[in-house]
């Protein structure tokens, strides 16, 4: 055990290189691939965050080689990089570790060549049998791989090295296929060699979230059913399903957004102070709040959820076609494309404080944020201004765009008896002047540091599925909603303005 002070130990963790290894991408040729994945390892190549012998190898079907590969991945991070244009000479150096291997999922052939493969590379680029799996595929893939891992002795590493699996969303469908999963993965691999993704904890506006409560000392003392009102949290998308109406109407916003990135949200909100900043101490504390939230029977779904579906509309001035409509959806689709969620947290700090969670599609803009609504005061000191011309103070953490922390407080109006919301804003661009780093950099570095913090746990995937599931029986046994029910571009269903009205509040205006 380390005898440095704690921060040191498990806090910063500025600067620290991998040890050096390879990443082999399942699914190699795919959006994620050159879209969010090469463009981040591409990042950490020109941050110098990467180890010497840093190696990738994809594999996928296409019958391509490694130049046919390389060109692939040079277009991707081309097209998306933060850092923009691709330097040239840097590019050279980092494309001499890109390899691909083709072949199926299902074929052992194609395994044992990839194990000579990472044996080869291990020898040449010095990569010390040290490796990470990510599964970028399909889901229906990833027991196929798994157990092929396993069969293929891939699941360990030889020369005293590392093995790392990262598993893309969705974990599971329900909380059944979670464990099931869990259990796939598990008779192959330990629990801590396995980091489930979930691209929200990488944002750094949602680790500030953490640094935020426990770094401060002024804001704890309110963080709880004294002070709160309620908190609202809102992850809208101004965009239709695209291209992934297949996948989404399989899936629907309450598997897709709330499951993973709204509870992981709730979650970090709402924790206890872990002991310590390392991994299971604070997924000790996340999954001790999910396991407080008291579950939605299916009969209650009408009590404590609202859904939606868009019909057409236009989203910034151009015209969507209603989600039915759309590539690879059922025409006549009862999934939600908008979802309105009350939960109670049933513990000593949050014991009656409404938690309210919103996501949708073809929403007027791309917002995440975190609203902590304070209560008012008992009574009006300022007699010229009556009690309901007084809005409420609201911390409101901003996760996109405009990324920053802004506080509303009542204040005097100039010259007039009046009182009006002000803001005292925190905006990270002015702040810091420096671009954040992307989701997929910070955690597939953390991933080769074997740093799981950032990563859900089992236990966290499971009780986090063991909420959902039943919201989704009581769904499917409640009579149909009038679907479509808001047209694209709009706030949502009215359904879910009278859903918060019940309860004389309203949704924030963002
Ligand atoms: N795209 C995103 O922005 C995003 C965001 C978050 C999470 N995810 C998750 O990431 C995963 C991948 O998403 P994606 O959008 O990249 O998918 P995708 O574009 O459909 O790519 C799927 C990849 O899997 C390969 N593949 C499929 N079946 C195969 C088989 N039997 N044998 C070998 N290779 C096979 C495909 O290779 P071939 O085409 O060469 O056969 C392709 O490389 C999914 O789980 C998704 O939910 C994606």
Same mark, same amino acid.
């Given at each position: ?5 704690n921060?040191l130990r498990?806090g ?16 190699a ?13 591409y990042n950490?190549?020109?941050e110098?965050?990467?180890p010497?012998?840093?190696s990738v190898?994809g594999?996928?079907?296409r019958?391509w080689?490694d130049?046919?590969?390389r ?12 850092s923009?244009?691709?330097?040239t000479?840097?590019w050279?150096?980092?494309a001499e570790g890109?390899?691909?291997q083709?072949?199926s ?5 194609a395994y044992?060549?990839?194990a000579?493969r990472?044996a ?5 680029r010095?990569?010390g049998?040290?490796?990470v799996?990510?599964l ?13 891992l396993?069969?293929h002795?891939l699941?360990q590493?030889?020369?005293?090295g590392w ?13 059944a296929?979670?464990?099931a ?5 598990l ?5 801590p060699?396995v !980091?489930?993704i979930d691209h929200y904890?990488?944002k750094?506006t949602?680790?500030?979230i ?11 003392p309110?963080?709880?059913r004294?002070s ?5 949290i ?6 239709g399903v695209?291209?992934?109406g297949?996948y ?12 993973n990135?709204?509870?992981q949200?709730?979650a970090?909100v709402a924790?206890?102070p872990p002991?310590? !900043?390392d991994?299971?101490a604070?997924?000790?504390e996340k ?7 008291r579950r939605i029977?299916p ?6 959820t609202?859904?939606?579906? !868009?019909d ?10 209603g !989600?039915?409509?759309e590539?690879?959806v059922d ?14 947290v049933?513990n000593?700090?949050?014991a009656?404080?409404?938690?309210y969670l919103?996501?949708?599609?073809a929403?007027?803009?791309r917002?995440?944020e975190i ?5 008012t005061?008992p009574?009006m000191?300022?007699a ?6 007084i ?5 409101a ?5 405009d990324?920053?922390?802004t506080l509303?407080?009542g ?9 009006r ?17 992307e989701?997929y950099e ?5 991933c080769?540091l ?6 859900t ?5 499971e009780a986090?599925?063991s909420?959902i599931?039943?919201i989704h ?9 009038p679907f ?5 571009g709009?706030w949502?269903?009215?359904?879910a303005d ?5 309860d ?7």
């Amino acid at each position: 055990m380390s005898d440095l002070p704690n921060p040191l130990r498990h806090g910063l963790r500025i600067g620290r290189t991998p040890e050096p290894c390879t990443v082999v991408i399942f699914g190699a040729s795919g959006d994620l691939t050159s879209r969010k994945l090469v463009p981040a390892l591409y990042n950490l190549a020109r941050e110098r965050r990467l180890p010497g012998g840093f190696s990738v190898v994809g594999f996928a079907r296409r019958p391509w080689d490694d130049a046919q590969f390389r060109q692939v991945l040079l277009d991707g991070v081309n097209a998306n990089s933060r850092s923009g244009a691709v330097e040239t000479e840097l590019w050279a150096s980092f494309a001499e570790g890109i390899h691909y291997q083709p072949g199926s999922f299902d074929d052992p052939s194609a395994y044992a060549r990839l194990a000579e493969r990472l044996a080869e590379l291990d020898q040449r680029r010095g990569t010390g049998g040290n490796r990470v799996f990510y599964l970028a595929t399909p889901p229906e893939a990833y027991p196929d791989i798994i157990r092929q891992l396993g069969a293929h002795g891939l699941n360990q590493s030889p020369h005293g090295g590392w093995t790392r699996i990262i598993i893309e969303k969705p974990f599971g469908r329900d909380l059944a296929s979670a464990q099931a999963l869990n259990q796939q993965v598990l008779a192959v691999f330990e629990e801590p060699q396995v !980091y489930r993704i979930d691209h929200y904890l990488g944002k750094e506006t949602v680790q500030n979230i953490m640094v935020f409560r426990f770094a401060n000392g002024i804001f704890e003392p309110l963080w709880d059913r004294r002070s709160v009102d309620h908190v609202q949290i809102t992850v809208a998308e101004n965009l239709g399903v695209e291209d992934r109406g297949g996948y989404y109407d399989h899936s629907g916003a309450l598997r897709d957004m709330i499951q993973n990135h709204l509870m992981q949200l709730l979650a970090l909100v709402a924790m206890e102070p872990p002991v310590s !900043y390392d991994a299971d101490a604070v997924r000790d504390e996340k999954v001790k709040v999910l396991r407080a939230i008291r579950r939605i029977r299916p009969e209650e779904v009408a009590t404590y959820t609202v859904r939606g579906q !868009y019909d057409a509309g236009s989203l910034s001035g151009r015209p969507l076609p209603g !989600y039915r409509d759309e590539r690879g959806v059922d025409p006549a689709s009862q999934t939600e494309t908008y979802i309105g969620l009350k939960l109670f947290v049933e513990n000593w700090r949050w014991a009656g404080v409404p938690f309210y969670l919103r996501s949708g599609k073809a929403l007027p803009r791309r917002v995440s944020e975190i609203a902590i609504q304070f209560k008012t005061v008992p009574t009006m000191l300022f007699a010229e201004t009556p009690m309901h011309d007084i809005e409420p103070n609201v911390l409101a953490i901003k996760l996109q765009p405009d990324e920053g922390i802004t506080l509303k407080f009542g204040s005097k109006v100039p010259g007039q008896p009046q009182i009006r919301p002000v803001t005292m804003d925190f905006r990270y661009g002015t702040s810091f002047g420096v671009a954040s780093p992307e989701a997929y950099e910070r955690l597939l570095l953390d991933c080769m540091l074997g740093d799981s913090t950032l990563f859900t746990r089992r236990d966290e995937v499971e009780a986090s599925w063991s909420l959902i599931t039943p919201i989704h029986q009581g769904w499917l046994a409640s009579p149909a909603q009038p679907f479509p029910n808001y047209e694209a571009g709009s706030w949502g269903p009215t359904s879910a303005d009278e859903f918060m009205a019940r309860d004389g509040r309203t949704w924030r205006r963002l």
